[in-house]
């Protein structure tokens, strides 16, 4: 454990520098997967099946195998002799059971979407003009759709040989619970339902898979967040050595999660440039998208909360049951959401009593797996709605009430009722600085006069506490093939410049940028002298990629390091030339200089020439150590927790049902704060897109399985008009974890945005005596909680 | 096999004269016949704006215009707006306020705020934000752009918000 260092945590630390590799977005030259040229590139599409759930009877291929164009037309089977099927099941979340997956379907589909053949031809149009003529006959078995009655003896099991329609479940139940519950004087209930999701990234998945039989060498230009576990995937199923994959990451046009995880039309791609011994190209439609890409949330999570007479919490018992279509998705595993929910629901506040069982089950819809939040947007949502309801009917303010119960500033370090080991967070002080923020009580003065003109506005907090920067516990030391480390590789070039070669990747979120920060600290140099690679499997050292917010907490903490070592390397040789101990020298803006005047002595571009040209000119026993390597991970605990506070400010209609949202407010605890500006539209960001699951996103399938809304415009997203500006602020208690002491923040928008919203509805609604527990809030569900038309839930 | 139909167009001042599918929409013809992948594909169906290009002076879908409606047409590109360096302020202003992050909408983005500065007045936040309401971000939340194009299209400072902010 170290202390944050104040020698290297310094500027550029702390800046609001524009993205230096932005400038080519700005002039339509960045160069996603889909722009990227491959002589002989052909184009692959897959044929998909229309039913959730059915036996696949034949396969005709002969018309379509003859259309124009077309290269090959190859089927599930052809495909499964190349590649091992994949099982995901992670041991120490224990009594997981998924059943094999392969890349297409073999002899029965499990749901709408699910990859049946692939169409190879010359352009993308002849593929897809051939798909038309591929013949699949299905016998429809009976689709499971709803999670509820899943587990009924009388549901079809959706793969009969894993004996039941259970992935996995799990159960926090110490004793004392119904006793803490029997001993308070106000008890409230309430079932939450968060509708199912995808978080749509604008660029769709997408894949370019070049084969070289010659040198048996696996080529994937890749829109991915994980370059080396996708080559591990790849590799191993593919039964390919791991050298013999490279993964290049070329910009990657959002993500949020979705480009984690194992897509079978992905890895058949890979198999037919195999096949083929041709570059192949696939780039998902929009429709594509939204039957396949995984899918998050889709949980319904009962909630009980107790008090005493003094307003304080006595115990809270959740149940949360989830769905996640056929397949736990690989690597990760399915169960990461639920097991979040299960261990954050409640978690920053102190609960004498907690009790949690989560039930994850199989369906046939598409596959869900972990998103941006991971279980954290429903956990917030359910705690905060939950403890809402609570103040509401002991008659305490909200703000006050989170007053009485927040976990102490000083209470750290304190292990919650769940098992999770915080460090030091600092709930009280986020709550009253984001009161003060908001002018919450100038809000509720304004609102009380509004509703004597008859105008409804709610005011909603959210506490939140987020895990970021995962430590091996949750998916190595299962038996995951995931990096928790991340290294980076710091050298000197001749000209004097820096590059920095680091295992994460980029998405938009400006980690390049900030790692560029954080090693131009570490130095002494601008960081625009620095150049960042990444998203290279032959070139960048082995990491875990970009996820779980954890670019700036685990590979900025290597970059720091390295950036050290390198800046004390660097000392040492000039001091040689200079005859001065390096002690005595500084690096100031890219110049060595004397650390006591501030005279410039040599430039880094002098001593950069003088160790790769003239070696000579140091002792004899001098071997210029320039290139330095380090690394990193979270080891004492299984995250590193942030914590933050938000408040929101809507509007509602009674008679229409449309909520306006006014205003968002911010307050964040990431520890040190790398990049202000990148932070704070990463948050905002999150919001927004917090703001759409909470008012307007929801995949709706029917009872036959069919999505019935897989195109944007069916399934909302937030537009600019319809958003509200958004204040951040920020407190800083960094991690002793690492030297830099910053922790992750990619989630926290996300996070705390669904349950303020939620409160804020519900508080806008009290006085109408309704209020609303289904994600999406809609106008229909709104007029419905007011008894305008009837609920169709 | 679909119908040929030669066309004869104007992209980012250059003259191209083509025989392409009667079905082939022109953010297909730009980057697939021309390399000019600036203009990206986002949705396909006309939601996103990823694909908006300016024919003759006005932002339109790229991705519901078939390259034939086109012929005769002027086409501009984020490649030609840029290179010119007709939208240069723009691009410093969001440069400087980091109003993008992966850069997928970007190209759309900029072209969209193109128009609403083409109007030559102060604009409310508002009024920006429902100009571009039409091309989707999903990862800024909005803000950042809203500020930069403020900030150019509001040049002395003053945009037309009667109240400093929203609504």
Redesign the interface.
């Known amino acids: 454990m170290t202390p944050p260092d104040s020698a290297s945590v310094r500027a550029p630390i702390g800046e609001p520098l524009?993205?230096p590799q932005?400038?080519?977005?700005?002039?339509?030259?960045?160069?996603?997967v889909?722009?990227v040229?491959v002589a002989g590139v052909a184009h692959v599409v897959y044929v998909r099946s229309p039913f959730a759930a059915a036996d696949i009877t034949g396969i005709d291929v002969a018309a379509a195998k003859a259309a124009?164009g077309v290269i090959a037309v190859v089927t599930g089977s052809e495909i499964a002799e190349w590649h091992d099927p994949w099982v995901a099941t992670i041991t120490n979340l224990p009594g997981q059971k998924s059943p094999p997956q392969h890349a297409l379907a073999l002899d029965r589909v499990r749901f709408q979407g699910e990859p049946v053949v692939a169409v190879v031809a010359e352009s993308r149009?002849e593929a897809e003009d051939a798909a038309e003529l591929v013949e699949v006959d299905y016998a429809p078995l009976e689709a499971v759709v709803d999670m509820e009655t899943a587990l009924d003896p009388a549901t079809r099991v959706v793969s009969p040989e894993l004996g039941d329609n259970l992935f996995w479940r799990m159960d926090i139940d110490p004793p004392g619970v119904s006793e803490a519950f029997a001993r308070s004087t106000t008890v409230v209930e309430e079932t939450f339902h968060i509708g199912r999701q995808t978080?749509?990234?604008?660029?769709?998945r997408g894949i370019v898979a070049d084969y070289d039989p010659a040198e048996q060498r696996l080529t994937l230009t890749f829109a991915t967040q994980v370059p080396h576990i996708m080559r591990y995937v790849f590799a191993k199923h593919l039964r390919l050595d791991e050298h013999r994959v490279r993964v290049v990451c070329p910009?990657?046009?959002?993500?949020?999660g979705l480009k984690i995880h194992t897509y079978g039309d992905e890895v058949a791609t890979a198999i037919l440039s195999m096949m083929l011994k041709r570059p192949l190209k696939f780039i998902a439609?929009?429709l594509e998208s939204f039957v396949s890409d995984v899918h998050c949330r889709d949980h319904r999570v009962k909630a009980r909360l107790g008090l005493d007479a003094e307003g304080r919490i006595t115990a809270l018992e959740i149940d949360d049951l989830t769905a996640i279509g056929p397949f736990s998705v690989y690597p990760r595993s399915s169960g990461i959401e639920a097991l979040l929910v299960c261990t954050f629901t409640g978690s920053p506040y102190h609960l004498p009593a907690f009790k949690a069982a989560g039930k994850v089950v199989f369906t046939n819809k598409n596959v869900m797996c972990q998103l941006r939040g991971v279980g954290m947007p429903i956990a917030c949502s359910v705690g905060e709605g939950i403890i809402d309801k609570a103040a509401r009917a002991a008659g305490i303010d909200p703000l006050d009430f989170r007053r009485r119960n927040l976990i102490p500033d000083d209470a750290y370090p304190y292990t919650t009722a769940s098992g999770m080991p915080f460090e030091s967070l600092s709930q009280q002080a986020a709550l009253e600085k984001l009161a003060a923020l908001m002018d919450y009580d100038g809000l509720r003065r304004e609102q009380a006069e509004l509703r004597e003109q008859g105008v409804y506005r709610g005011i909603g907090l959210a506490c939140f506490v987020e895990g970021t920067a995962p430590s091996p516990a949750i998916y190595g030391e299962g038996g995951a093939p995931i990096s928790a480390q991340d290294t980076c590789t710091v050298r000197l070039e001749p000209s004097g410049a820096l590059t920095c070669l680091v295992g994460v990747s980029e998405?938009?979120?400006?980690a390049e940028a900030v790692i560029a920060q954080v090693t131009a600290a570490a130095i002494g140099v601008a960081h625009t002298d620095i150049r960042v690679l990444m998203g290279d499997t032959d070139a960048t050292p082995y990491g875990g990629g970009t996820w779980a917010s954890r670019a700036t907490a685990i590979a900025g903490e290597a970059a720091r390091k390295a950036g050290v070592r390198l800046r004390a390397n660097i000392l040492g040789l000039a001091g040689q030339l200079l005859q001065a101990r390096g002690e005595t020298l500084d690096i100031r803006a890219g110049t060595i200089v004397d650390a006591a005047t501030g005279e410039a002595r040599m430039t880094l571009r002098e001593l950069g020439h003088a160790i790769h040209f003239r070696t000579t000119e140091f002792a004899p026993d001098t071997h210029p150590e320039i290139a330095v390597t380090e690394q990193f991970s979270v080891r004492s605990r299984m995250f590193l927790y942030t914590n933050g506070a938000m408040g929101c400010h809507v509007e509602v209609d009674p008679e229409t049902g449309f909520v306006?949202v006014?205003?968002v407010w911010c307050v964040e605890d990431c520890g040190t704060v790398v990049n202000p500006?990148?932070l704070d539209?990463q948050i905002?960001?999150?919001?927004?897109?917090g703001i759409g699951n909470t008012l307007y996103e929801e995949l709706v399938y029917d009872g036959e399985g069919q999505l019935q809304n897989g195109?944007?415009?069916d399934y909302l997203?937030?537009?600019?008009?319809?958003?509200?500006?958004?204040e951040v602020a920020h407190i800083e208690t960094p991690t002793a974890e690492s030297g830099l002491g910053a922790k992750g923040a990619g989630e926290a928008?996300i996070i705390g945005a669904p349950g303020a919203v939620l409160n804020a509805i519900n508080d806008a609604l009290a006085p109408l005596g309704a209020s609303v527990s289904r994600q999406p809030y809609t106008p229909e569900r709104i007029l419905a909680a007011l008894g305008k038309v009837p609920s169709r839930d | 096999m679909p119908e040929s139909i030669p066309v004869s167009l104007t992209v980012n001042g250059r003259r191209v004269e083509a025989t392409i599918p009667a079905r082939l929409t022109i953010v297909d013809f730009l980057r697939d016949h021309l390399g000019l992948t600036g203009t990206h594909v986002g949705c396909a169906h006309g939601v996103c704006g990823a694909c908006t290009v300016r024919v003759d002076g006005a932002i339109i879908r790229g991705c519901l215009t078939l390259t034939a409606q086109l012929d005769g047409g002027t086409i501009e590109t984020i490649e030609g707006v840029a290179d010119s360096g007709e939208i240069a302020d723009l691009q410093e202003a969001f440069y400087a306020r980091n109003a993008m992050q992966c850069g997928f909408c970007t190209p759309g983005m900029l072209l969209t705020a193109a128009s609403l500065k083409a109007r030559g007045r102060p604009v409310s936040r508002q009024e920006i934000r429902d100009h571009i309401s039409g091309n989707l971000c999903r990862c800024t939340g909005y803000q950042a752009i809203v500020d930069a194009i403020d900030t150019v299209v509001n040049t002395d400072g003053v945009n037309a918000d009667s109240d400093g902010g929203r609504r």
């Open positions: 524009p993205r932005s400038r080519r977005f700005l002039f339509g030259r960045g160069r996603y889909d722009d040229a124009p149009a978080l749509a990234p604008l660029e769709p910009d990657v046009g959002g993500a949020f439609d929009r998405q938009g979120q400006g306006t006014l205003k500006m990148l539209d905002r960001g999150g919001i927004v897109q195109s944007f415009i997203l937030p537009m600019a008009g319809e958003m509200p500006d958004i928008g």
